[in-house]
């Protein structure tokens, strides 16, 4: 098997499973005692966090009966090696980062501020509801979040003229509680977030059979050392990323959603991207020209059409993409997050540079005389009664 120089140092190529319930098992072989805990018992450490209890991982199979537990696959797609998110779930490590770092740049709050950020389903729970009493007498802003596992995504209602569809997480700022403390009666704006993960062209579950037969339902510490010696299984049938599909199940409800961005109750729209997601959706763009900024809120890209840069409307106002990655030299187990790249963007952009400057650019660099070429070798070969690659019958 060839290798090739990278993040990882040296390491194989292909694709292998990187994080099973929420620890590193390849290249490196995370064995602290919280990746024995969650492996073995089946744990998804990001939802324990967000529901502030023990939860199962909700990732299944059919023909398995304990979840698969897969979080991040490693695929070198895109050239170089790099971390392609599986789960959503994934996205909520300890400290809610992303989100967090989200809501502090749709809603301008200065970084030094302090903020409350809770899913709804840990609202019930007395020391949330003190902690939620005690940051709005300090003036401190509280937020509120519902998604999938954690409340329930939110739909957007189908109406006899507009589409629906589901929001992956809704964030909501609770501005007051009711007489004597009662349940929040006064909210401030929404905001809309999104979460994109990969598919895979197959399946795992190859990989995760062989781990699983590695890690015994029951907490033991010895099955790490094994794993560091059959390193390898953690690539078995593990395929790559199907990444025309991700750019193509996203952007349609990407561009409405920002639309509906416009309302006065709405405070913007997030979409988080993984580096490699990112990455490959610039081919899907054109691979366009990003003007960077400075704002109070930190530096940032802008992704701007043509015509809005031509009239100086550089400042989109409510739509970003935030590109991220895992902190990989973090000592945490499970490792957090860090946000690499905040793109402001506007759906008037997305839709110029996915439906207009994509096919301008594949027309540049000759993609339909291509086409035509095999088009007419392949007349040529079925005129002589060959199949491509078959030779004559």
């Not at 319930?21 to 490196?28: N, T």
């Not at 089946?42 to 502030?52: I, K, M």
């Not at 698969?68 to 070198?76: E, M």
């Not at 660099?365 to 199949?387: A, D, I, N, P």
Request: proline share 6%; glycine share 6%; with cysteine.
């Amino acid at each position: 098997m060839t290798v090739r120089k990278n993040r990882d140092a040296m390491v194989s190529t292909g694709n292998y499973v990187a994080e099973w319930f929420g620890h590193r098992v390849w290249p490196q072989v995370d064995a602290s005692a919280e990746a024995v805990r969650n492996q073995s018992a089946c744990l998804c450490p990001f939802l324990s966090t967000a529901t502030a209890s023990k939860t199962a991982c909700v990732k299944t199979a059919r023909d398995m009966d304990d979840p698969t537990g897969v979080c991040v696959i490693s695929s070198d797609s895109n050239g170089d090696r790099q971390d392609w998110l599986a789960c959503p779930v994934r996205t909520l490590d300890s400290e809610f980062t992303l989100l967090v770092a989200a809501i502090r740049t749709t809603y301008c709050i200065a970084q030094k501020e302090r903020v409350v950020v809770l899913p709804v389903t840990v609202l019930h729970l007395p020391d949330k509801r003190a902690e939620i009493q005690r940051a709005l007498a300090k003036e401190v802003r509280v937020f509120a979040f519902a998604g999938n596992k954690v409340g329930g995504e939110v739909d957007i209602p189908e109406t006899e003229v507009s589409p629906g569809g589901k929001v992956d997480v809704s964030v909501i700022e609770i501005t007051g509680l009711g007489a004597s403390g009662a349940e929040p009666d006064r909210f401030g704006k929404h905001m809309f977030y999104e979460i994109q993960t990969a598919d895979f062209h197959g399946s795992p579950l190859h990989a995760v059979r062989r781990l699983r037969g590695l890690c015994p339902t029951r907490p033991s510490s010895g099955y790490h050392d094994e794993l560091k010696r059959k390193i390898d299984v953690a690539g078995e049938g593990v395929e790559g990323p199907n990444k025309a599909n991700i750019f193509k199940r996203t952007v349609y409800q990407l561009i409405i959603k920002i639309q509906l961005t416009e309302h006065p109750d709405c405070a913007g729209f997030v979409l988080v991207l993984p580096v490699p997601v990112w990455e490959s959706w610039l081919r899907h763009l054109g691979k366009p020209e990003l003007v960077q900024a400075e704002t109070a809120e930190g530096p940032h890209a802008r992704l701007v059409s043509p015509a809005d840069r031509k009239n100086q409307v550089l400042e989109p106002r409510r739509a970003w993409i935030f590109v991220f990655d895992i902190d990989r030299n973090s000592k945490e187990s499970p490792q957090p997050l860090l946000v690499t790249l905040r793109v402001a963007t506007t759906s008037a952009a997305l839709v110029h540079y996915t439906f207009q400057e994509a096919a301008e650019q594949a027309m540049a660099q000759g993609v339909v005389e291509r086409f035509r070429s095999v088009l007419k070798s392949r007349v040529s070969e079925g005129w002589r009664g060959r199949r491509p690659g078959q030779g004559a019958k």
